[in-house]
Structure formats: structure tokens, C-alpha cells
């Protein structure tokens, strides 16, 4: 459906179709030159993900865009990391696709929006504000006491609770505010 409708597009030209990043390169030929590459994700063989890597590295010119179901932070970080120009979901309607690619191709970045989100996230961290309302009043004892510099014991004795308790919240703050040490939640407290 998809070849179909960019096929018939005045603007541009299906050149290559293929099920698999091994087909891909398999069918291109020196004669074919691509500016745009769409590419899935959950490809037979070798993942979408790195075929945008092995694309990049045969033409560093070419832009590829990734139209995929998945939409979690791990596959969309690693794509972009590999290459990919733009992210899209493929619920994407095919007015959409076709005017992102033409955002692409003029220089844009064109990604979903809880895609273009996820990664505006990444980019601007939660408010200290608002991630410390995530805590329970407990939690947030806790975290004053480790950016005093007490141990889990010290905490425990302070807080009247035993060591387990406080070794059973940490590991909860440390899941709700995303640190894994002490180090990362006490620097947290300074960015």
C-alpha cells in the first residue's frame, strides 16, 4: 500500500522495495541512489536498526526514516543514535508520511509527536520540583538524610526504622527519581 502511494506521488519515485535489510542491499545496486530510505524496525534477519547504520556508512548523504510500530525510549534512542533522520509510527495516516518525507528531505526531522515528546523528555529534565512530589514524605527524609552524608544504618537509627525499611525505600527512590546510586541522587539535587 505504502509503495503504491508514494509511487504515485508526482514529487517522488519508489525506487527499491524490500522485506529485509539483507534484500535491501542485496537489490541496490551502484545505479540506485537514494535520498530518503524508509526502514521498519522488526524486520526478518537483521534488525532495522542497524541496516540504518549499514545504509549511512554506503551513503552518508542518504536520509532514513524510521516507520515502525514500536514506540518505546530503548529502539527510538538507538535508531536515532544510529542514524535515523526521523521516527515515525506506522498508525501514521499516508498524507502524514508523505508530507514528512518532504520534511525530510528539506531538513527537517520529522518524528510522531509522543516520539518528538520522548525525546524532548530526554533532552529537558523533570522540574526537581515535581519529581520530588513523586516521593512519599518517608522517601523524602530519606533523601535528605543521604544528601547529609549518612549511611543506611545512620538513616535507620535517625528515622527510627530498621536497616531493611531503609534499604527497601532507596531502592524505591532510586526507581522514581531514575538515579542508580547515591553519587546520581545527590548530583540530581545540583543540575
Not at 539483507?22 to 536498526?49: C, K, M, N, Q, R
Amino acid at each position: 500500500m505504502l509503495v503504491n502511494y508514494l509511487g504515485e506521488q508526482p514529487d517522488m519515485k519508489v525506487m527499491l522495495s524490500a522485506s529485509s535489510v539483507e534484500a535491501f542491499f542485496e537489490h541496490w545496486h551502484d545505479s540506485l541512489y537514494f535520498d530518503i530510505v524508509l526502514s521498519d524496525i522488526g524486520l526478518p534477519g537483521e534488525s532495522g536498526i542497524k541496516g540504518v547504520s549499514r545504509i549511512r556508512r554506503r551513503a552518508p548523504t542518504c536520509l532514513v526514516m524510521m516507520l515502525t510500530v514500536y514506540d518505546d525510549a530503548n529502539r527510538v534512542f538507538q535508531a536515532l543514535c544510529n542514524g535515523a533522520s526521523g521516527y515515525l509510527l506506522k498508525q501514521t495516516p499516508l498524507d502524514k508520511i508523505r508530507e514528512a518525507i518532504r520534511n525530510l528531505y528539506e531538513g527537517g526531522s520529522p518524528m510522531s509527536p509522543g516520539i518528538a515528546r520522548m525525546v524532548v523528555s530526554f533532552f529537558n529534565p523533570k522540574n526537581p520540583r515535581e519529581i520530588t512530589t513523586k516521593l512519599t514524605p518517608r522517601e523524602e527524609q530519606i533523601v535528605v538524610a543521604i544528601e547529609e552524608g549518612l549511611t543506611n544504618k545512620e538513616v535507620a537509627v535517625r528515622l527510627g526504622i530498621s536497616l531493611e525499611t531503609v534499604k527497601y525505600h532507596i531502592k524505591n527512590i532510586y526507581e522514581k527519581l531514575e538515579v542508580n546510586s547515591r553519587h546520581a541522587l545527590i548530583s540530581r539535587k545540583y543540575r
